[in-house]
């Protein structure tokens, strides 16, 4: 009866159909939006506006206001009427026309629609539950009463005759819904188990996929490396080049196979884990006790055998590898009578050199094939986004020093402002305080609308002289903790020397914004004072 009271209540006044887009007038009383919209209409021309159900006046056209409760009634009303259609169970009673049942009597063995449970019988041994085809089971099968108890010792549903005089007399027994919630409780545990071990495996995926990620940017900055490196001798050297490019791809193949192989078993496994899961949650959100109940208990639902895969990928998490770089350097010694000078150039910088690694360059800068001149571009050169790689217009040298005298020249463009110094390899790669000079990492000469100065942690010391020279000169003390500036005009001229106790690897930093910079090693003597 409330059921259909409430139908009644979801049909619109004006068209006498279910509610289309519900609206509100001031006074209360809701339409669907076209209907009311042409009532509307039709009073434009009289200037009167009236509510169609309770004939309040309005001065004007009234706002229609949507009403979202109203309409979110009317399609959960709609759905489960809908749900009670699909599941197929008629009126037992209604023979003419098959109308769906509402509730199913367990005494009667009958199923009934709203208008024969109106008139059904109130009595106690009447038992109503939701509608159902096999309302047999419902029934104990030796004393053919309703099963209302359960048996904790035998696992079993039982009538009350079974409990007083039957086979379970003298056990312990609960009522359906209690034995049904203690069950609930113990499925509920599980899901939660359950719950956390697909969480597990899904970080253990991301884990892997990350790994994966890491080992395809490497064999990607290895071959760009590669590349870089033998572009002036690319004629003599592309045998050699193929052969190291092959290896890392066979390499990077391997480990990619051996990561999709590793996530395919967690997927395969998380999908296991979220059937088990919608398995147990169907079962807590019944409404059926018995059939709850009647579940078989398995216990292998919260701990699926997994015969060692969790063991192997935990061990693939910690012992998963990257390129094997000694490979990579054996086949590039296979021709060293041919490139003898070179070789020591490929994986380690000579003492008498200095060069810009690729690998930490923006995508603003264009780094030249002999690794020693970083120009400005406004084309993005589209290189891998990694942990190393600067994000605005910088680059820093691959090899870093932690100890004795050095010096350097760097050549600059007139156009465009720049900076030149050193670093440490913990310099942030993001954002503005990434700039050598702007943090406590770092230390620069900088040159900004032909204004000259140092820069330290953020801080400018303006140089007075006039400078008029395109080269300088870097000189690192390490022990000493100096680093100094030169202009190299004639004489050389002293422009500052920074003061630190030095306490990581130093490396030069180059900063461009228009125009190059060209850097070269001097060598290893003491700098000029």
């Known amino acids: 009866m409330a059921s259909a009271d409430l139908r009644a209540e979801l049909d619109c006044s004006i068209c006498l159909q279910t509610y289309t887009d519900p ?4 006074c209360g009383h809701n339409f669907c939006r076209v209907c009311i919209d042409r009532v509307l209409d039709t009073q434009d021309e009289s200037g009167v506006y009236t509510c169609p159900e309770c004939r309040e006046e309005f001065q004007e056209r009234p ?8 309409r979110n009634i009317m399609e959960n009303l709609l759905v489960t009427q809908h749900k009670e259609t699909e599941t197929g169970i008629c009126c037992t009673y209604c023979v003419d026309s098959p109308v769906p049942a509402v509730k199913s009597c367990l005494h009667c063995e009958a199923s009934l629609c709203e208008k024969h449970l109106r008139v059904h019988s109130k009595s106690p041994e009447h038992v109503l539950s939701d509608p159902s085809t096999s309302l047999e089971k419902r029934k104990c099968s030796v004393h053919k009463k309703i099963l209302e108890y359960y048996c904790t010792e035998d696992s079993a549903c039982i009538c ?14 609960m009522v359906l819904d209690e034995a049904s919630e203690k069950r609930k409780g113990k499925l509920r545990n599980i899901l939660q188990k359950l719950t956390r071990k697909r969480e597990e495996t899904e970080e253990r995926v991301q884990n892997l996929e990350e790994r994966r990620r890491k080992a395809q940017e490497k064999a990607s900055g290895e071959a760009e490396r590669i590349t870089a490196l033998f572009t002036d001798i690319r004629r003599r050297l592309d045998d050699l080049k193929k052969r190291v490019l092959s290896e890392i791809s066979r390499q990077e193949k391997e480990e990619s196979l051996s990561f999709s192989s590793r996530i395919q078993k967690l997927e395969i496994k998380k999908d296991e884990l979220s059937g088990r899961m919608r398995h147990i949650e169907e079962l807590c959100n019944m409404t059926d006790p018995l059939t709850v109940l009647q579940e078989p208990d398995r216990g292998d639902l919260c701990d699926p055998e997994e015969e060692g895969g969790d063991e192997d990928i935990n061990r693939c998490l910690h012992d998963v590898g990257y390129l094997d770089v000694t490979v990579i350097s054996d086949k590039l010694h296979t021709l060293c009578d041919i490139i003898t000078d070179i070789r020591r150039g490929i994986y380690v910088e000579g003492p008498a050199d200095i060069l810009l690694d690729v690998n930490t360059a923006a995508n603003d800068i264009i780094i030249s094939d002999d690794l020693k001149t970083a120009t400005w571009t406004q084309n993005n050169q589209n290189r891998p986004e990694t942990a190393e790689r600067f994000q605005y217009n910088q680059v820093m040298s691959s090899r870093g020093f932690t100890s004795g005298r050095h010096y350097w020249d760097v050549e600059i463009s007139r156009s465009g402002s720049w900076r030149v110094g050193m670093c440490y390899p913990g310099i942030d790669r993001r954002g503005r305080q990434s700039y050598i000079g702007d943090n406590t990492k770092s230390w620069s000469l900088w040159r900004c609308y032909n204004q000259y100065s140092v820069r330290h942690d953020g801080k400018d010391i303006r140089l007075p002289h006039k400078i008029s020279s395109d080269r300088f000169r870097i000189c690192l003390d390490y022990e000493a903790g100096q680093l100094s500036f030169y202009e190299l005009c004639d004489p050389i001229r002293h422009l500052h020397t920074f003061t630190a106790a030095f306490t990581e690897p130093l490396h030069a930093a180059l900063c461009v914004w228009g125009g190059s910079i060209k850097i070269s090693m001097v060598g290893g003597e003491t700098c000029q004072k």
């Open 63 to 70: 706002a229609l206001m949507r009403n979202l409760a109203l």
């Open 23 to 26: 609206v509100m007038l001031r």
């Open 160 to 173: 009350v005759s079974c409990s007083l005089a039957g086979e379970h007399k003298g056990h312990q027994v």
